[in-house]
Structures are given as C-alpha cells and as structure tokens.
C-alpha cells in the first residue's frame, strides 16, 4: 500500500492573491512542468496569469540521482530543483506532493482526485493543463496517471455531490472552464508505442524557448538528460501543444492559439 504521508496547508487562499485568470497545471515529476509546459507557464505569467503547478511526486524513482545516496535525498534534491524551475518560469505558486514516484498506478483513485479536487476548489483554475492519457512522448504510467486524476478531479470539482465533505472547510463546487491534455506532433521510436491525443491548439512559445530551456536545466540531477532534451526541442520548433479535452460550454471543436480564448473571468 502505497500512502501519502504530506500534510496539506489549512489554507491556501488565505496567502494567495487571487487573479482575474488562473491556470493551474498537474503533472508527476520534477522537470515535467518545464519539459511539457514551461514555455506555456512563463507567457502566461507574462500576460497576468496566475499559474499554479501541482507535481505529484517529489521523482524520488529517477534513474539520474544526482550525489542522492537514497529515495528521501533524492526527493529533497529534486524539490529544490523544482522551486528553481518555478523560479525561472515565475510560476505563482509550485506544490509538490509526496506520491511514490513510479506507483500512482497504485494508488486509490478515489483518495487522490480527492487531493486534486480540493487544490481546484481552492486554487479556482479557470485552465487546468494536464498530460493525455497515453503518458506523452515518454509513456510514463505516472503521466498517464496524471492525467486520469486531474480529469476526473475538473469534473468532479464542480459537483454538489463529490467529496462534499470539502463544503464543511468553506469550498464551494467549482467549475473549471477548459481541460487540456499536453500532446505532441511527433513520437520517440526509442520509446513504448503512444496513441497522442490530436493536436486542437498550438502557443507559440519563441520568445520563451530559452526560458524553458533554463527551467530545465534547474534539474541538475537530471543533467544526463540535457542533451537529448535540448534536442528534441529545438528541432520540433517554438511550439507547446495541446488537445482540449473538456469544456465547460458544449461546443464544437476549433483550432486555437490561445489557451484562454473564450474564458470569462471572475
Ligand atoms: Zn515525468
């Protein structure tokens, strides 16, 4: 039984200052939210977005490990590295909780959409980015896993009848209004075979590129993993993409440029 042995913060929104718009983005480990979102991450910071990142393990399972001598220093060193990456994409406010790395195919469904839920509810994403279910390029379970939480907590976090107990703390239902999953225009031969999620919007991040660049490399003990990522994404180009997988208004499907196209704020 794998267990999470965090202790939450009582109150979040009593030290977040809430903007007009909110994107929050779930993710598995150290160095995703700069892999897979962090050009994204920085321009909508620029624009007065308030960005919200919750990883769900500290990546304490990484092959690279950097001068750790176990799982706990592991986790310490990579939860650094994660605050310097947020520190590069200026994101607002960067959480991570304490799954195990590698076993959230293990978990309890019901107990971890629980979690996510409560951090929507409090954190109020009008954008929640998350992984598709195929794991991304990589096909890593835990992105799968990312994603099939975070799906499930946009749904349920605007219901009555889900983990009411949340009420009795002072949350209310609420509804995110656009889920997107990461995707991709290419896939690693190297890699387990994915079916990607198609491609419904594409942000250019040129002026970004080498910002995510640097939020990567604030994973020092991920260093063997530079080059080939550095690589890969200057040969795939300046673009972050994205499939809209929920909406919070039915409709039907169009290309965007913009993640926050049609949002009404609060
Ligand atoms: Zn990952």
């Known amino acids: 039984m794998v267990s999470a042995s965090h202790t939450r913060t009582p109150s979040i929104l009593s030290r977040y200052n809430q903007a007009m718009r909110r994107l929050m983005c779930v993710t598995a480990h150290p160095d995703d939210e700069a892999g897979g979102f962090g050009g994204s991450l920085r321009l909508y910071r620029d624009r007065g977005v308030e ?49 195990a790395d590698g076993q959230l195919h293990r978990l309890d469904v019901y107990n971890v ?61 609420y509804r995110v209004q656009k889920l997107y999953y990461g995707t991709a225009n290419f896939t690693l031969l190297e890699r387990q075979p994915i079916s990607p999620s198609p491609i419904t919007a594409v942000i250019d991040i040129s002026q970004y590129l080498e910002t995510k660049i640097a939020a990567f490399h604030a994973h020092a003990s991920q260093a063997p993993l530079f080059p080939i990522f ?15 997988a929920a909406v919070s208004s039915p409709g039907s499907i169009r290309q965007e440029t913009d993640l926050f196209d049609g949002i009404q704020e609060d």
């Open 230 to 244: 550095e690589n890969t994404i200057r040969q795939r180009g300046p673009n972050e993409m994205f499939h809209l």
């Open 51 to 99: 960005t919200c990142v919750l990883c769900l393990t500290p990546g304490q399972a990484a092959t690279y490990r950097g001068a750790a001598r176990t799982d706990q220093e592991l986790a310490a060193l990579r939860r650094k590295e994660f605050a310097a990456s947020c520190e590069v994409l200026q994101v607002s406010r960067g959480i991570i909780l304490d799954y």
């Open 113 to 173: 959409v629980r979690e996510v839920t409560r951090y929507v509810r409090e954190l109020r994403p009008q954008v929640v980015l998350t992984f598709g279910p195929e794991g991304a390029v990589t096909a890593h379970p835990d992105h799968s896993m990312a994603s099939v939480f975070t799906t499930l907590a946009v749904q349920w976090a605007g219901r009555s009848n889900r983990y009411p107990d949340h009420f009795n703390d002072g949350l209310a239902p």
